[in-house]
Structures are given as structure tokens and as C-alpha cells.
């Protein structure tokens, strides 16, 4: 094993890039704070401000994936789909099965140059995360509770404020609305049943009325849906952890794209369609499967190296003066201090923890397990 091998194993690297993360995620959150004056000033520059500092703290992240752990992601695509990624408004169709999905995601709109500008469609929970739910606050990110009763005129209202977005936008829909399990599986597929709808083998019931909601409303901005199903080569279930400890992996992600006008305008139509697209995506995954390969041509977009950079910068700004800080505490020989720092140690890696936890299935929400039973 080579000695970057050892160190990307090791519990105290692991220790400092979260306290990177953390702490520059705390004074961007900080700056985007200071930033809402501008809003009633110049709402635009605002905005653009704000996807510049969100790059920086998300960038850190897709650093992780591309350079630490060298993970290689693959488009099984066309040209000329490809060619229009990062120059128009587009709604990102993906499906929930991996826990670094979103961080696959990432990388291509990093790669395409939309990172600090991508929206999602997220839980209310998510809102009140320290840093992630912060950041996205000041994104303009459109939270619900998945309760559409309570949330559809919150949505509605989010999705028209983005109408006049001046950054190009790629908004993430998990339709499927949680991450696969097998136990939600069983459930959604009681309820096509019960719905007279075809059986899904690899993902489960989309949820339309989030769907249809975001095409109606972003109509007149939204040029596309992309559609993205992604697999793992190796039947690999990779980890934030994983990727942590410098596991590479290989993601393939086959994109279509369909331009919104093809979309139809009638929610129940719009609502069939998305169904059909997820038979589609069953399909191929069930080619994928077979094969081990999506149809249509391969693609590698370069990764860039201003995740890197900025994850370098934090890295002098920050561990310099936490390395002079605990020399200094250790040389000074009490141990009243010394047991500080180590508590203050010890707290920061329990909060690296909790914010890898968000994105563990086994630590996912229970939503699919109930709310399948719902009439939707």
C-alpha cells in the first residue's frame, strides 16, 4: 500500500477534511447571511453570488469523488444532447437507489458548469441540517413536507420564483420521492397494483404530482427533462464512507433528452407520461443488468481542477492555524486545556458523522414504507 493509499484510510485525515468542510461550510453559510441585503437591491446579483459560494462548499464534496477517491463517471448519451448540457434550463429526472447518487449528479453539473446553480426538490428536513439545509435556504432550494395537500401552494410559489433564475439551472427530481428498499419496493408495487399500473422491477411508483407541478410551472424556462438512470459497474453499492476512505468506483449514467414541448400540458397526460418513462427506465436498467452496458455513445467529460483548487485553499486557510493552535495547546502541558481540544476533537468527529448519516439508506426516512399506502 502507497502511503496516499494509508492516508486515505486513516481516521484523522478523514478528521481534517471534515473540519474543512465544516468550518468553511460555516463561513459561507455566514457570508450568504450577509448577502440578503443585496436581495432588495439587485435580487440577480444576489443569486449570483450566492451559486458562487455554494460551488465552493459543494465543490468540496465532488473533490472527494473525483480526486480523492478517482471515481469515473461515464454518459451513455448522444452529441447532440451532450452538446446542450450547461447552456439551458433543464428538470433532472433520477433515480434514488445509491446513496452518492446526488454526488454522481453533482459531478456532472460541476463538469458542465451548473454545480452552484442546481436546484432539488427537497424534504422539509433537510432545511434545518447545518450547512447543507443553510446553503440551500439561501439557493432559493424549494422545501416540502410530502404531504402535497400541505405543500402544493409552498412548491407552486418556490418553482415561479425561478422563472426569471439568471444562472442556468438543472432542477433534481427524485420522483420515486425516497430512496429504493426492498420493503418500500413491495409496498409501491401493492399500490400499482391496486392502481391497475404496470409493475416496476428496479425502482419504485413515481410520484407525479411533484412532476407535473414543476413542468406546468417552469414552462417558458425549462427548455428539457433529462432523464438519468444510473448504475454502478460490478453491481457495486457505494458510500459516502466509501468514498471517504478512497474506494473508486465506476458510475455509468445514460441521459435522454426530452424537450419539455413534448411533455403534454394536461396533468393526468403528463402523469402517464412519466410512468411510461419509468417503465422506460426499468427497461434499461434491465439491460444494464444483462449487459452491463447502456445503449448509446460513451462520453467522459474531463473533470476540471477547480474542485481541487478550492478544496486547497480551505485546506492552507483552515489547518494552518488549527495545527499552530493545538501545538500550542499541547506544549503548554495542561491538562485541562489538552482535554478541551480532545472533547472539542471528539465533538467534530461525531458532527462529521451525523452529516455523512444523512445520506445512508439504512438511516433513510420511513416516507415510502407508509406513504405508499396513501392515496397519492
Known amino acids: 500500500m502507497g502511503l496516499i493509499a494509508f492516508l486515505k484510510t486513516q481516521f484523522i485525515v478523514h478528521l481534517l477534511i471534515g473540519f474543512v468542510f465544516v468550518v468553511s461550510g460555516l463561513i459561507i453559510n455566514f457570508v450568504q447571511l450577509c448577502t440578503l441585503i443585496l436581495w432588495p437591491i439587485n435580487k440577480q446579483f444576489y443569486r449570483r453570488v450566492n451559486c458562487r459560494l455554494a460551488y465552493s462548499l459543494w465543490s468540496q464534496l465532488v473533490m472527494l469523488l473525483e480526486w480523492w477517491s478517482g471515481t469515473e463517471c461515464t454518459l451513455f448519451s448522444d452529441q447532440a444532447t451532450v452538446d446542450k448540457f450547461g447552456k439551458e434550463h433543464v428538470i433532472i429526472i433520477l433515480n434514488h437507489n445509491f446513496e452518492i447518487d446526488f454526488l454522481c449528479g453533482w459531478t456532472m453539473t460541476e463538469r458542465f458548469g451548473v454545480l452552484g446553480s442546481s436546484k432539488v426538490l427537497a424534504k422539509k428536513e433537510l432545511l434545518y441540517v447545518p450547512l447543507i439545509g443553510w446553503t ?96 454502478f459497474r460490478g453491481n457495486k453499492n457505494p458510500s459516502l464512507l466509501g ?10 449514467m445514460c441521459v435522454r433528452r426530452f424537450p419539455l414541448e413534448d411533455i403534454p400540458v394536461d396533468e393526468k397526460e403528463a402523469a402517464n407520461w412519466l410512468h411510461k418513462l419509468y417503465q422506460e427506465k426499468d427497461a434499461l436498467q434491465e439491460m444494464y ?88
Open 136 to 231: 440551500w435556504y439561501f439557493l432559493e432550494i424549494v422545501f416540502c413536507k410530502r404531504k402535497w395537500e400541505e405543500d402544493r401552494d409552498t412548491v407552486i410559489e418556490g418553482l415561479r420564483c425561478l422563472s426569471d433564475y439568471p444562472e442556468y439551472m438543472w432542477f433534481l427530481l427524485y420522483c420515486e420521492g425516497t430512496r429504493f428498499t426492498e420493503t418500500k419496493h413491495r409496498i409501491s408495487m401493492e399500490v400499482a397494483e391496486s392502481k391497475g399500473l404496470p409493475k416496476l422491477k428496479y425502482h419504485l411508483l413515481p410520484r407525479t404530482k411533484g412532476f407535473t407541478t414543476a413542468v406546468q410551472c417552469l414552462r417558458g424556462t425549462v427548455s428539457a427533462v433529462y432523464d438519468v438512470t444510473l448504475n
Open 243 to 252: 468514498i471517504l476512505y478512497g474506494k473508486k468506483y465506476e458510475a455509468d
Open 289 to 376: 443488468n444483462q449487459e452491463g452496458i447502456f445503449p448509446g455513445r460513451q462520453f467522459k467529460p474531463p473533470r476540471r481542477p477547480w474542485t481541487l483548487l478550492n478544496f486547497l485553499f480551505w485546506a492552507t486557510v483552515l489547518l494552518s492555524p488549527l495545527f499552530t493552535f493545538g501545538f500550542g495547546i499541547f506544549a503548554s502541558g495542561s491538562p485541562l486545556l489538552i482535554l478541551a481540544f480532545l472533547g472539542f476533537v471528539g465533538a467534530a468527529s461525531f458532527g462529521v458523522r451525523r452529516l455523512i448519516g444523512v445520506t445512508e439508506i439504512e438511516k433513510g426516512s420511513s416516507y415510502g414504507n407508509q406513504e405508499f399506502k396513501k392515496k397519492e
